[in-house]
């Protein structure tokens, strides 16, 4: 039978507590070089030389990404050691793909998190790791190669006797691997993950990175039941059964707020989240969603839209100024992206969730945002600084010692930003929209190109 021991508790010197005033603490906490309250110790069986060894287990959080779980094994009777991580976020909506371009050996040393859902590819040696073929893990991107080459050179001996054309073929190969390291020419690293639980470090964050593209794609049925994901194909099996028409009028759904269960994305404690559809003066119905989490305090406010993608996308340039500036109103939706020209600035569209604030609190919300971004403990000095000072001029900007140019862009044009006009014939000075053509990569993107609204109830 297995023995779990934690390395170490603070329950028997805590003071005791009231039923009614007892906080759970956060599963997962940000990653630091003093975290070992949360280690949990397990004996289990070592694949090598089949004595006992010990696992040790560690949830944390990885910051510029998400909550994983960090194992290592160590055995010793034989030595043997194996590190893994394994995702311990959910599943999100869409599939990730990651292009790097390596194009130096300090491209080499950046952090790639891949989980066991991922493949990766280097087109150039003609490599291919499938999915779910290696354990996911927090490595670099010489760690990847070098796993290759130490997986392809296991056997080699024996193989050189028994099958030596096939030997010194793979020797040939390693040779191609060991030269991709001294990174000669650029090469090219493809990371396509289906759970979207992978990422690779951007070194000039928060500014963006000409080598690293990431693309998001909607999962097709096989890859979903890959996932475990698996849809129910009779009506009497669904969960959600449809009202009758009539039943529950729109005027009611305004004044009503709904809750329903789920998980704190921080500390992925149970709670609750409120629901309510109400009407944005001067622009269209929304959903919003609030959350509060008792156990890590954590509070996120999601925005939904409630219309349909409109015909045209909108691009918003707002000057900031003055404190009157900070005071507009802003609905940010989920397919917005920010940035800011002055600051070299540019925030994605998944990287901050669609929200009702104002420009104060979408500020702050990217400033926050940053200054948990960096591996604190592990990240050099030259890029601990190169953060410190992006921070401190963003701490100007939020000061109004530096004016600036905040840029919403939404290609499904459901995004509002309040005119400070009292006068609708009056334009606002400061505040520039701009209606645009998408373009087909926009369309792709929103799933639009796919999208049939005429004969659709035709069997294709």
């Not at 099958?163 to 001294?182: G, Q």
Request: hydrophobic content about 35%; glycine content about 4%.
């Amino acid at each position: 039978m297995s023995t779990v021991s934690a390395a170490s508790s603070n329950n028997d010197t805590s003071p005791p507590e009231s039923a009614g005033n007892v906080r759970p603490e956060p599963i997962f906490r940000e990653i630091n070089a003093e975290q070992t309250e949360e280690i949990v110790e397990i004996e289990s069986a070592c694949m090598n030389c089949f004595e006992t060894g010990v696992t040790r287990l560690l949830p944390t959080k990885i910051p510029f990404f998400r909550e994983v779980v960090l194992m290592s094994f160590k055995c010793d009777h034989c030595g043997h050691i194996n590190n893994e991580m394994q995702s311990a976020s959910e599943i999100q909506k869409s599939g990730i793909r990651i292009e790097l371009v390596v194009q130096s050996v300090a491209d080499l040393n950046r952090r790639v998190v891949r989980s066991d859902n991922s493949s990766i590819s280097i087109p150039e040696v003609e490599l291919e790791i499938p999915v779910q073929s290696q354990k996911g893990e927090v490595t670099t991107v010489e760690g990847i190669i070098e796993r290759t080459i130490a997986g392809l050179s296991q056997d080699q001996e024996k193989r050189r006797i028994d099958h030596p054309e096939t030997a010194a073929s793979i020797e040939r190969y390693i040779e191609r691997l060991h030269r991709l390291k001294e990174v000669t020419t650029p090469f090219h690293l493809l990371l396509e993950d289906i759970s979207g639980n992978s990422f690779v470090e951007n070194p000039l964050a928060p500014a963006a990175d000409p080598q690293l593209k990431t693309s998001y794609f909607t999962r097709s049925q096989q890859q979903n039941e890959q996932l475990g994901l698996y849809e129910q194909n009779h009506e009497d099996q669904h969960l959600l059964k449809p009202i009758a028409e009539d039943s529950w009028p729109i005027e009611n759904l305004h004044g009503e707020v709904l809750q329903f269960p789920t998980n704190c994305p921080s500390c992925q404690a149970p709670c609750e989240t409120n629901m309510k559809l109400t009407n944005i003066p001067h622009f269209k119905e929304v959903v919003i969603m609030a959350t509060v989490c008792g156990a890590c305090g954590h509070k996120t406010n999601e925005v939904k839209s409630g219309g349909g993608v409109e015909a045209q996308g909108v691009r918003f340039r707002v000057q900031i100024a003055s404190k009157e500036d900070l005071t507009r109103d802003v609905l940010k939706s989920e397919t917005c992206s920010l940035s800011i020209p002055e600051l070299d600035l540019e925030v994605g569209p998944h990287a901050l969730c669609g929200r009702f604030t104002t420009v104060e609190g979408l500020l702050v919300a990217m400033r926050d945002q940053l200054d948990g971004t960096l591996f604190h403990d592990s990240a050099d000095v030259a890029t601990k600084q190169q953060m410190q000072r992006f921070l401190d001029t963003f701490e100007d900007v939020m000061n109004l010692k530096r004016v600036i140019t905040l840029v919403l862009e939404d290609p499904a044009g459901n995004t509002y930003v309040q005119s400070l006009s009292d006068d609708d014939s009056e334009p606002d000075d400061k505040l520039t929209v701009e209606r645009y053509d998408r373009s087909y990569e926009d369309n792709e993107d929103l799933g639009l190109n796919d999208m049939k609204t005429e004969g659709y109830e035709q069997k294709a």
